[in-house]
Nanobody, 120 residues
Framework: QVQLVESGGGLVQPGESLRLSCLAS????????MNWYRQAPGKEREWVAR????????TYANSMKGRLTISRDNAKNTVYLQMNSLKPEDTAVYYC?????????????WGQGTQVTVSS
């Protein structure tokens, strides 16, 4: 059974930082690209960042580019999202996602999310 468990969310003030973690189990973590998404109240879920399976390639959404660093530790089955200079509009539930495509078949797993609230 695949499980992705996010942690590290919380309430912070504008300009502060948070580091989210996502611990994966039940899959071969190093075979999966990892993504972070977020969903703000009343909005659709949006993609935030991606890191390739070996960690050699990262991509970020323009909305948060320059303020994010995604990283992974394949020995610990964990992906991280460092978020700096947080803004109130970054308030959302943040989800991690594991994905891969093998012979045209998509494998995609989601965590339950962790709440990030940015407010003074």
């Amino acid at each position: 059974q695949v499980q992705l468990v996010e942690s590290g969310g919380g309430l912070v003030q504008p300009g502060e930082s948070l580091r989210l973690s996502c611990l994966a189990s039940g899959l071969t973590f190093s075979n999966y690209d990892m993504n972070w998404y977020r969903q703000a109240p009343g909005k659709e879920r949006e993609w935030v960042a991606r890191i390739s399976s070996a960690g050699g390639s990262t991509t970020y959404a323009n909305s948060m580019k320059g303020r994010l660093t995604i990283s992974r530790d394949n020995a610990k089955n964990t992906v991280y999202l460092q978020m700096n200079s947080l803004k109130p509009e970054d308030t959302a539930v943040y989800y991690c996602n594991a994905g891969k495509v093998v012979f045209g078949r998509t494998y995609s797993y989601w965590g339950q999310g962790t709440q990030v609230t940015v407010s003074s």
